[in-house]
C-alpha cells in the first residue's frame, strides 16, 4: 500500500510538472490593429454606406480587387463621391422607398470597388462595365471618365448597378425557367458581332441581352430602371418585327412579376424613381 | 492484481517521465521577433524613410524595360497619408495630391492608392496603347535599400521593372521639381527631329576600333530605341534599351554592351544638337547624321519594278506615316498655305521613275497636281544607280508652258528630286498610313543634298 501511494504521488508529482512546464502569459496581439488613415471621403462612406447599409466601397487600390492581368488603375479621390452619391440616389434610395427600409440592408451586395479606368477585354473590341462577384461584391469601371452633365454617361455605370443587382436578385429567387424559353434559338457567345437594333429585333432587348438568358433578364431589368416608361416603350415600339416586339413584351412582363410575386415591388413605380433620380443627378 | 496495479504506475510513471522528457523542447531562435512583428516593424521603416525625407525623392520608373522607357516623378510622402507628386510623362506637369499606403502584401509594398501622375503609365486609354499604356502598376514591393536609394519592383514585370526612389537633395520641393521635370521634358524635345533635323538619326559607337553607326530606330511613344547594325552580309546587329530623360540628357536601361564597354548615362551637347556618353575614352552618341547608318540594296529591287519603270505616288490624301519627314510636311505645308489665297489646293505628286538612263530628254517626268490648276510636269533624266546604292536624277526642265509659267510652286518639289550628292531609296513593305491601309508597295526616298527631306508613299 505504502508502495502505491509512492506510485501514486510519482505519477502526479509528474503530472504537474509537465503541466507548469513553459508556461506563458497572455500577451497584447502580434495583429497590427492601429487605426487606418481616414480622409474626407472616407469617413463620409463610413456615415452614408457603411453604417447604415454595411456596404464598403473600397476606392483605394488593391490589385487583388481586379483581374491582376488587366491595366487598370484607381480613380481619383474626387471621383469617389459623385459615383458613390449616384449609387445612392438611383439604387438604394429607390429600393428602399418600395421595398422598405431593411430591403438594400439584406440583399445587397457587401463591397463595392471602384477603379478609375477602362477594363479593356484582352483579343475582344469590347470593355467590362462592370463585374459582380457571387452577390457579395460589384466592380464599377472608368469612375474618372462620368460626365454628370450628360445623363448618358451617369446611365452607364447605373445601367452596370441594375444589371448586376439583378444578377443578385437572381441569386436570391430564381428566375422562372420558362423565361429562356421565350426565345432561346439567338443567344450566343459572339453577341458583340451584334448591334442594339439588330438584337432587339431578334427579340432580345441589348446586344449583350442575347448572350444568355441569364443575361436577358437582368438586362431587361437595368434597361428598365435607367429609362422612363415612355423612353423603354419607344425602344419597344420601334421595333420592326412583329414577333420580336412581342417576345420582348412577354419578358417585360415576366420581369414585372418576378419583382412583384417576390418582392412586393411595382418595377414600374421604381422605374418612376430611379429615372427621376438620375434626371436628377444630371441636372 | 497488485502486480497490474503496480506495473500500471510503473508505466505511468514512465509515461510521464517520457512527456517531460519531450516538453519545451529548446529551438534555435532565428528571429528575436514573432513574424507579425517583424512585418510591422519592416511597414514602419519604409514609411519612416518615406515621411523623413520632407524634400522628397526622385523615382525612376521603368515599366519594362524591353518595350517601354522610363518616367520620372518627383514625389512628397506626407505622414498624413497623402502623397504630392509630378512627372515628366507628359506636359501636364502640376503637382497633384493623392493618397498611398505602405501594406504588407507578398512583402512591403508601396501602393499609390488613388490616382495621381504615377498612374500615366498604367493608363489602358492612352492613345496608341489602347488596352495596356506603358504596362505599368499602382503596387510596389520593396526590393532593396540601398544607400538611401529604394528599389521596388512590380510582380508582374519583375525582371523587366524597377522602380527606384533616391532622396530629391531640393531645399524647396514646389519649385524645384517642376524645374527639373520642365528640363527633363525638354530633353525628351532635344532627341525629336526638327523641321531642319537629318531623317538619318543614328547610334555612332566610336573606339579604338573605329566608328560604327547604328539606325536609332527611336519610338517616341514607348521611349523605346532597337539600333540596328546591318552588315554587307545582310545580318544584323540590334540593340535594344528604354530611355529615360534628366535634367542633363538621357538614361539607358538596359545599359548599352558595345566592345568591352557600358554605356547608360547620355549628356546632351547644344553645340552638335547630340547625347553622348563618354566611358574610358570611348564614345557612344545619338545624333542626327547627315549619312544614314546603312543603305540597303532595295535600290536594285526597285529598279525591277514595272520593267524598270516604276511610278511613285505621294498625296497627302492618303494619311500620315511618321517616316515622311517634319522638313517634307514642311515644303508641302507652306505650298499649301501658298495656294490657299488664291483658292486652291495641293493633290498630290507623281514621280515616273526610269531606271535605264539612255540620256535622252524627259526619262524621268515629275507631275505635281494642284486643285485648280493643270498639271505640271517636270523633266528628269532617268535614275542612275551608284556604287553605294545611292541614285541620282538631273533636273531638265519643264515639259511645258503651263508648267514653266507656275514652276515656281513646285520649286521645292523638284530641288528635292534633284538632289546633287543622290537619294536613298526604301522599300517599307505594303502601303500603311494613319488613315488607310494598301497591298501597294511602300517606299521611302531621302535626300542626301538635304537630309531633312524624306518621303512615304507608294508605287502603283
Not at chain 1, 211 to 218: A, C, I, K, L
Not at chain 2, 211 to 216: C, E, G, K, R, S
Not at chain 2, 385 to 404: E, L, P
Request: with cysteine; net charge negative; hydrophobic share 40%.
Amino acid at each position: 500500500m505504502k508502495k502505491n501511494i509512492i506510485y501514486t504521488f510519482l505519477v502526479f508529482a509528474s503530472l504537474i510538472f509537465v503541466s507548469c512546464a513553459n508556461e506563458d502569459g497572455v500577451s497584447t496581439t502580434q495583429i497590427d490593429t492601429s487605426a487606418p488613415i481616414l480622409n474626407e471621403t472616407d469617413v463620409w462612406l463610413r456615415e452614408n454606406f457603411v453604417s447604415p447599409y454595411n456596404i464598403e466601397i473600397l476606392y483605394k487600390w488593391n490589385i487583388n480587387n481586379t483581374d491582376i492581368d488587366r491595366y487598370l488603375h484607381p480613380p481619383y479621390e474626387a471621383s469617389v463621391k459623385p459615383a458613390a452619391v449616384a449609387l445612392q440616389k438611383a439604387w438604394i434610395e429607390p429600393y428602399t422607398a418600395l421595398g422598405g427600409e431593411n430591403f438594400i440592408k439584406e440583399i445587397a451586395p457587401r463591397q463595392f470597388v471602384f477603379a478609375g479606368s477602362f477594363n479593356f477585354n484582352p483579343n475582344s473590341p469590347t470593355i467590362t462595365l462592370g463585374v459582380a462577384e457571387a452577390g457579395t461584391r460589384i466592380t464599377l469601371f472608368n469612375v474618372d471618365y462620368l460626365d454628370f452633365t450628360d445623363i448618358n454617361s451617369i446611365i452607364q455605370p447605373l445601367k452596370t448597378v441594375h444589371h448586376e443587382y439583378g444578377h443578385i436578385l437572381n441569386q436570391n429567387v430564381p428566375l422562372d425557367p420558362a423565361y429562356g424559353q421565350i426565345n432561346p434559338e439567338n443567344y450566343t457567345a459572339q453577341w458583340f458581332n451584334r448591334t442594339d437594333e439588330f438584337a432587339r429585333e431578334l427579340g432580345y432587348i441589348t446586344a449583350y441581352g442575347s448572350s444568355s438568358e441569364g443575361e436577358d433578364f437582368v438586362e431587361m431589368v437595368s434597361e428598365m430602371l435607367t429609362h422612363s416608361k415612355e423612353q423603354f416603350d419607344a425602344i419597344v415600339e420601334s421595333i420592326q418585327d412583329e414577333e420580336a416586339k412581342a417576345q420582348i413584351r412577354l419578358k417585360e412582363s415576366m420581369v414585372a412579376e418576378y419583382y412583384l410575386t417576390h418582392f412586393d415591388i411595382d418595377i414600374y413605380e421604381l422605374q418612376e424613381l430611379t429615372y427621376a433620380a438620375i434626371q436628377e443627378l444630371v441636372n | 492484481m497488485k502486480n497490474i496495479l503496480k506495473n500500471n504506475y510503473v508505466l505511468l510513471f514512465i509515461m510521464s517521465i517520457l512527456l517531460v522528457a519531450c516538453n519545451s523542447d529548446d529551438s534555435n531562435e532565428v528571429f528575436d521577433e514573432a513574424p507579425a512583428n517583424r512585418l510591422t516593424q519592416a511597414n514602419e521603416e519604409l514609411l519612416n524613410i518615406l515621411t523623413s525625407n520632407t524634400q522628397g525623392f526622385k523615382a525612376s520608373y521603368f515599366t519594362k524595360n524591353d518595350e517601354f522607357g522610363g518616367v520620372t516623378f518627383f514625389m512628397r510622402f506626407n505622414t498624413d497619408g497623402t502623397v504630392d507628386m509630378t512627372s515628366d510623362f507628359d506636359d501636364d506637369i502640376e503637382i497633384a495630391s493623392s493618397s498611398y499606403e505602405v501594406r504588407v502584401g507578398t512583402t512591403t509594398e508601396l501602393v499609390f492608392t488613388t490616382r495621381n501622375h504615377i498612374q500615366k503609365v498604367s493608363d489602358p486609354l492612352l492613345g496608341g496603347l489602347i488596352g495596356t499604356g506603358f504596362k505599368g502598376t499602382s503596387v510596389f514591393q520593396l526590393f532593396s535599400n540601398e544607400d538611401g536609394e529604394l528599389e521596388f519592383k512590380d510582380v508582374r514585370n519583375r525582371d523587366t521593372s524597377s522602380f527606384v526612389l533616391e532622396p530629391s537633395g531640393f531645399t524647396d520641393f514646389e519649385t524645384e521639381s517642376i524645374e527639373m521635370v520642365e528640363a527633363s521634358i525638354e530633353q525628351k524635345n532635344n532627341i525629336l527631329p526638327e523641321v531642319t533635323s537629318s531623317v538619318f538619326q543614328v547610334l555612332r559607337m566610336d573606339n579604338a576600333n573605329g566608328t560604327v553607326d547604328f539606325n536609332l530606330n527611336y519610338d517616341t511613344l514607348r521611349l523605346f530605341a532597337t539600333p540596328t547594325l546591318t552588315l554587307d552580309s545582310g545580318d544584323l546587329e540590334e540593340l535594344s534599351f528604354g530611355i529615360i530623360f534628366t535634367d542633363t540628357g538621357l538614361n539607358v536601361n538596359p545599359a548599352i554592351e558595345y566592345e568591352g564597354e557600358s554605356y547608360t548615362e547620355f549628356i546632351y551637347d547644344e553645340d552638335s544638337n547630340s547625347f553622348i556618353s563618354t566611358v574610358n575614352g570611348t564614345t557612344a552618341t545619338i545624333l542626327f547624321s547627315d549619312w544614314p547608318a546603312y543603305i540597303s540594296n532595295d535600290i536594285y529591287e526597285m529598279a525591277q519594278i514595272d520593267g524598270g519603270l516604276p511610278i511613285f505616288l505621294y498625296r497627302p490624301g492618303l494619311g500620315a506615316n511618321p517616316l515622311t519627314s517634319a522638313g517634307h510636311d514642311n515644303i508641302i505645308e507652306s505650298l499649301d498655305a501658298f495656294l490657299a489665297q488664291f483658292g486652291l489646293s495641293f493633290f498630290d505628286y507623281i514621280f515616273f521613275f526610269d531606271f535605264d538612263d539612255n540620256g535622252n530628254i524627259c526619262e524621268g517626268l515629275l507631275r505635281v497636281r494642284i486643285n485648280g490648276l493643270p498639271s505640271l510636269n517636270y523633266c528628269f533624266s532617268g535614275a542612275t544607280i551608284n556604287d553605294d546604292r545611292t541614285f541620282t536624277m538631273s533636273f531638265q526642265g519643264a515639259a511645258d508652258q503651263d508648267s514653266f509659267d507656275l514652276q515656281f510652286l513646285a520649286q521645292d518639289i523638284i530641288d528635292f528630286f534633284n538632289s546633287s550628292q543622290g537619294m536613298v531609296g526604301e522599300l517599307e513593305g505594303s502601303f500603311q498610313s494613319d488613315t488607310f491601309s494598301y497591298i501597294n508597295l511602300a517606299v521611302t526616298f531621302a535626300s542626301l543634298e538635304d537630309p531633312s527631306l524624306r518621303v512615304y508613299g507608294l508605287f502603283f
